[in-house]
């Protein structure tokens, strides 16, 4: 809010000079506030559109990055751990989504699949056509699943407490948004 | 000489400039809006006879798919969607929703009878039982996989016209936990 504040009264200042300028070239004689009224609606018109343009322009430019380059994500929960801890900062990209290059063993950010708003982070264990062991850690007996075409197997390195795909079952590759290459360990 | 070919060095490089400067501002927003706000795609097969496609491989139907409606992940029983295929995440299909999370579906052709659709999923159906690859093939989809709401048919001009949201009443859910917005199921 403050910025808006301060953006504001500059863009005020900047009016109230250019009125100013405007005045003392042009010897306006007219009664100063018709001159004022012009030159104020045209200066803030112009401010406002040339500050929207530039917004929309590096908002497309930031929704370029982030769809088809990479980010930075901030990654919350015990699931991933030792790996990656509460609160760490990683870098993903998303190049090898585009041009299918998830291999077994990335540390992958995908669409939670019963929550498509938010994300998980979580290790690829099987490609398509994998045999995975997919009982749950309380089931007596094991049992083997093949994973279906178009879809990923995900498991937490923290197994005991981690829900994975050991839960939801096998997840579309389509749910995969970027691949984690970078850990910055905050503590 | 020299003046010559530096008046035409000082051409070049001013047209490189302005070149770059138009192509980082064009393509981010072009490319964004085509994302995030609304494309055109062409349909092919006959999964959604007689709705799009009636005339087979003759003519495609184009259609306007709009992202914007569906950057919160709502939809309503009944329209027509495209997302991306489950068993083929290079593939994009577009297909009705039939159900949303928590209805219960009679099924056409899958292994169980009756499919409770979980959360955060949906369940789609192409027009053409039989001939369609769909939720009755690969179960319930999530809804992460939901690409765009297609809203209008743009191409041939004699089709012309606003895709309604309209769900067969045979096709209706057997038990539905939320209730549509626009008010009758």
């Not at chain 2, 169980?112 to 369940?123: A, D, E, F, S, T």
């Not at chain 2, 709401?149 to 012309?160: D, V």
């Not at chain 2, 016209?161 to 209730?179: A, C, D, G, I, N």
């Amino acid at each position: 809010m403050s910025f808006m504040k301060l953006k504001a009264i500059s863009i005020l200042l900047t009016v109230i000079n250019f009125i100013n300028n405007n005045n003392k070239k042009s010897g306006d004689q007219g009664p100063w506030w018709q001159s004022l009224h012009r030159t104020m609606l045209r200066g803030i018109l112009g401010k406002t559109f040339r500050l929207v343009g530039y917004t929309i322009q590096y908002a497309c430019i930031a929704h370029c990055a982030f769809e088809y380059v990479g980010g930075v994500v901030m990654c919350s929960g015990p699931s991933m751990e030792p790996t990656i801890q509460n609160s760490d900062i990683v870098c993903a990209e998303n190049l090898s989504r585009h041009f299918y290059g998830i291999q077994r063993g990335d540390i992958v950010i995908a669409k939670s699949p019963s929550d498509p708003k938010s994300n998980i982070c979580k290790r690829v264990i099987g490609l398509e056509g994998d045999k995975i062991l997919t009982s749950r850690p309380s089931d007596f007996f094991k049992s083997h699943n093949y994973v279906p075409t178009g879809h990923v197997w995900l498991e937490g390195d923290n197994l005991q407490n981690s829900t994975d795909s050991r839960y939801y079952g096998p997840v579309p590759y389509g749910l995969i948004r970027g691949r984690i290459f970078f850990k910055k360990s905050c503590s | 000489m020299t003046a010559g070919m530096a008046q035409s060095q000082g051409w070049v490089t001013r047209y490189f400039k302005a070149f770059c400067k138009g192509f980082f501002v064009a393509v981010p927003v072009a490319v964004t809006f085509l994302d995030r706000v609304a494309c055109v795609a062409r349909v092919e097969g006959a999964s959604m006879q007689p709705s799009l496609n009636p005339g087979g491989s003759q003519s495609s139907d184009v259609v306007l798919l709009n992202h914007w409606k569906v950057r919160k992940f709502e939809v309503q029983r009944g329209d027509i969607v495209s997302l991306v295929s489950p068993k083929n995440p290079e593939q994009k299909i577009i297909k009705r929703v039939i159900a949303l999370e928590g209805d219960i579906v009679k099924t056409i052709g899958h292994k169980n009878r009756y499919v409770k659709v979980p959360r955060g999923h949906i369940w789609v159906e192409g027009d053409h039982h039989g001939h369609s690859f769909d939720s009755n093939s690969f179960g319930p989809v999530s809804l992460g996989l939901l690409h765009a709401h297609a809203t209008h048919i743009l191409w041939p001009p004699e089709r012309w016209q606003k895709l309604e949201s309209v769900l067969p009443p045979e096709r209706l859910p057997v038990q539905s936990e939320k209730e549509s917005l626009h008010g009758s199921p």
